[in-house]
């Protein structure tokens, strides 16, 4: 299994982050709205996946749905797409090494942010709404009861869990971009992003399925969507530009 060592890996993601930055607007849109899909396709497969626990089981919910979650990074990874908690980690990195201005991380920012949320709210409606696959029996309960916990917790409580989603998230991508290998690719986006799960941080995208399914089953109002976005947005953002690009950039980079 081949192995890239850190200095390696900031070298790399720096690259990645100018190259994420430096994409036409259209490509960003495309690669942005299918990132958020597949982010949402792979909550909706841990959503199906856990509902179907027997109740002997329940306190295995939360790791089985975690351990096929990791799906929607895979994807985005792997077959392409922009997704916005790895550009808060990559694009940050870039602008600190001196290769990206601010202004192209904010149009950056802001062009993903829209995309993702209008490829989530695909999936919520579309497959989540119209064939019901989150309306329904045991799939509907667990889909309410994940998105209550989200949008009970307070603004200081969902703005730190959103700091330890994107630690884990951002090491998971910083990772992925040096593999060599599948095997390696997998094992590298899998532990991270399974362990944000089952430790039940928040994750903004993910967030943008998740809330949206349960207000298009009547359990939430759109309101208590954005009053979850601000905290979790805010703590992404920090946990991916500070506390992986930021302490990288520190130890690794030297701005050009």
Same mark, same amino acid.
């Given at each position: 299994?081949? =192995?890239?060592?850190?200095?390696?890996?900031?070298?790399? +993601?720096?690259?990645?982050?100018?190259?994420?930055?430096?994409?036409?607007?259209? +490509?960003?849109?495309?690669?942005?709205?299918? $990132?958020?899909?597949? *982010?949402?396709?792979?909550?909706?497969?841990? *959503?199906?996946?856990?509902?179907?626990?027997?109740?002997?089981?329940?306190?295995?919910?939360?790791?089985?749905?975690? $351990?096929?979650?990791?799906?929607?990074?895979?994807?985005?990874?792997?077959? @392409?797409?922009?997704?916005?908690?790895?550009?808060? !980690?990559?694009?940050?990195?870039?602008?600190?090494?001196?290769?990206?201005?601010?202004?192209? #991380?904010?149009?950056?920012?802001?062009?993903?942010?829209?995309? &993702?949320?209008?490829?989530?709210?695909?999936?919520?409606?579309?497959?989540?709404?119209? $064939?019901?696959?989150?309306?329904?029996?045991?799939?509907?309960?667990?889909?309410?009861?994940?998105?209550?916990?989200?949008?009970?917790?307070?603004?200081?409580? /969902?703005?730190?869990? @959103? *700091?330890?989603?994107?630690?884990?998230?951002?090491?998971?991508?910083? !990772?992925? &971009?040096?593999?060599?290998?599948?095997?390696?690719? $997998?094992?590298?986006?899998?532990?991270?992003?399974?362990?944000?799960?089952?430790? @039940?941080?928040?994750?903004?995208?993910?967030?943008?399925?998740?809330?949206?399914? /349960?207000? %298009?089953?009547?359990?939430?109002?759109?309101?208590? #969507?954005? =009053? &979850?976005?601000?905290?979790? =947005?805010?703590?992404?953002?920090?946990?991916?530009?500070? %506390?992986?690009?930021?302490?990288?950039?520190?130890? =690794? *980079?030297?701005?050009?």
């Amino acid at each position: 299994m081949g =192995y890239t060592k850190p200095e390696q890996l900031a070298n790399l +993601a720096v690259e990645m982050g100018v190259k994420k930055a430096s994409l036409p607007l259209r +490509a960003q849109a495309v690669l942005g709205f299918a $990132a958020g899909a597949f *982010i949402a396709l792979g909550f909706l497969l841990a *959503i199906k996946v856990s509902a179907g626990i027997p109740e002997s089981w329940s306190g295995m919910n939360n790791f089985i749905g975690a $351990a096929v979650f990791p799906l929607g990074l895979i994807l985005c990874l792997g077959a @392409g797409g922009e997704l916005l908690t790895g550009n808060m !980690m990559a694009v940050p990195l870039a602008c600190f090494a001196g290769k990206l201005t601010w202004r192209k #991380w904010a149009a950056n920012w802001s062009v993903i942010t829209v995309s &993702n949320m209008a490829g989530a709210l695909f999936v919520a409606y579309v497959f989540g709404h119209l $064939a019901g696959l989150t309306e329904h029996g045991p799939a509907l309960a667990r889909m309410v009861a994940l998105a209550s916990g989200k949008l009970e917790e307070s603004f200081l409580v /969902a703005f730190i869990s @959103g *700091i330890g989603c994107n630690w884990l998230v951002s090491l998971a991508v910083w !990772m992925a &971009n040096g593999s060599k290998d599948g095997a390696g690719f $997998a094992v590298a986006v899998w532990f991270p992003t399974m362990a944000f799960v089952a430790l @039940g941080f928040q994750h903004v995208v993910a967030n943008m399925f998740l809330i949206p399914a /349960a207000i %298009f089953a009547g359990e939430a109002g759109w309101l208590d #969507w954005l =009053y &979850n976005f601000v905290p979790v =947005y805010l703590g992404n953002a920090v946990g991916g530009s500070l %506390f992986v690009g930021g302490l990288y950039a520190l130890a =690794y *980079i030297r701005k050009s």
